[in-house]
């Protein structure tokens, strides 16, 4: 009899595993508010879209990579590319408008905020990276690196709203007023 309930407990087990991994991302909220992003970024858009000469190449090409995501993988790759934009675009985008720095500065600092959050959630291992994942993001890594530095960083910038709009649709943030 108490064999019997051995595989019980064992599915029961493994359904918990299951469900703990799949619901990683709701164990890794983070509060932003989106509104706000997009805001910063509707007011520069047009200005840094025009800088951007390489209209038939993309860095996030959305039907490879972000748009194909698993639901559990959504924290990894949200992680990983805010970390590009944090360390490589923002940094490599020389602009003398005031206008457009105060733009990007804002966009910069709520990307590093909520990639720190996510980095929290990694190290208490709820935002882990599968291979399918890791590979995508290799991709936009390729996509960007392809490309002069300078170049790369106005359409990486560009293509926020690819990106801000990927991460509306897989985050339902609790909204936050400022």
Request: net charge positive.
């Amino acid at each position: 009899m108490k064999l019997s309930g051995f595989p019980l407990c064992l599915l029961c087990a493994t359904l918990f595993l299951w469900l703990a991994h799949a619901g990683s991302l709701k164990r890794c909220q983070i509060s932003m508010d989106m509104h706000h992003i997009e805001k910063s970024f509707h007011r520069i858009k047009n200005t840094i879209q025009m800088k951007d000469v390489f209209q038939n190449v993309t860095i996030l090409s959305a039907s490879e990579t972000l748009y194909n995501i698993t639901p559990s993988d959504v924290c990894c790759m949200t992680k990983d590319v805010l970390g590009l934009y944090v360390d490589k675009v923002f940094r490599n985008h020389e602009e003398s408008d005031p206008r457009i720095q105060r733009g990007l500065s804002t966009i910069a600092n709520s990307f590093l905020h909520i990639r720190n959050a996510l980095e929290q959630c990694k190290n208490q291992r709820n935002c882990d990276c599968q291979k399918e994942a890791t590979e995508k993001f290799q991709i936009i890594v390729g996509n960007y690196e392809q490309m002069e530095v300078k170049a790369a960083a106005i359409k990486a910038l560009g293509e926020l709203d690819i990106l801000l709009s990927w991460i509306s649709r897989n985050y339902r943030p609790k909204a936050t007023t400022k």
